[in-house]
């Protein structure tokens, strides 16, 4: 399967934006690109899935480039509830979701 | 609309011992999966059901079994029970099995301890 790459840790404060990049040089066709996010002894919550391009919901934005060999993550204006662990995953609409190790955010007042 | 419900949310085991984890879906949703989560080695995929048949299986050892019952509530068992088993298990459920945009709706956990 195919493996993503993304910061271990990211700080930043109440309000910014908060972009996060994650790297899948070897992303195959059928895989989308898909961010869950995960707190503390809880599971993690879906945010976010593309394939090509630009996907924006409620939450966050998703960028892909024209190659999709990597994606970024926008957080808008974080608050301190942020603070979480931001997987990135290919998903090839099977179920067997791989997990890497995350991003850990840390939003400060 | 109920979230996927774990039962039981603690649990603590002696080495040797098996367990049994039960997950409830989300009412329609017929796909249930099983993660484990350890601070070493991160979440790992366990194994899928959907329609009462197991259609995915991670790389865990035999010691590790599940099922799904014709209402798609799932448990999952795992025998002589060793002390690496100490992890956080999540059950994760969607509508169907596979497919585009198939998101998964993850519970809270079990956190189950061996001692």
């Known amino acids: 399967l195919a493996k993503t790459t993304q910061p271990i840790s990211m700080d930043s404060y109440e309000g910014q934006e908060v972009n996060i990049t994650c790297s899948h040089n070897?992303?195959?066709?059928?895989?989308?690109i898909t961010w869950y996010q995960q707190f503390p002894s809880q599971g993690p919550r879906f945010i976010i899935q593309?394939?090509?391009t630009k996907v924006t919901n409620e939450v966050a934005s998703l960028f892909i480039p024209a190659d999709r060999k990597s994606s970024t993550l926008s957080l808008p204006r974080v608050s301190l509830s942020d603070t979480a662990v931001y997987y990135c995953?290919?998903?090839?609409?099977?179920?067997?979701?791989?997990f890497g190790t995350g991003t850990r955010l840390l939003v400060s007042p | 609309k109920a979230g996927v419900t774990q039962t039981p949310r603690y649990l603590i085991k002696t080495r040797g011992q098996q367990v049994t984890l039960s997950c409830s879906p989300i009412?329609?949703?017929?796909?249930v999966s099983w993660y484990q989560q350890t601070p070493g080695q991160g979440l790992q995929f366990l194994f899928e059901?959907?329609?009462?048949?197991?259609?995915n299986k991670g790389n865990f050892p035999g010691r590790f079994s599940g099922r799904q019952f014709s209402n798609s509530r799932s448990e999952m068992n795992v025998s002589t029970l060793e002390l690496g088993d100490s992890a956080l298990y999540l059950c994760?459920?969607?509508?169907?099995?596979?497919?585009?945009?198939?998101?998964?709706?993850f519970g809270p956990g079990t956190r189950l301890t061996v001692l």
């Open positions: 994760a459920s969607s509508p169907t099995s596979g497919g585009m945009y198939n998101e998964q709706f």
């Open positions: 070897n992303i195959a066709t059928n895989d989308y």
């Open positions: 593309g394939y090509k």
């Open positions: 995953l290919l998903n090839t609409g099977f179920q067997k979701l791989v």
């Open positions: 009412s329609g949703h017929r796909s």
């Open positions: 059901y959907f329609s009462e048949t197991q259609r």
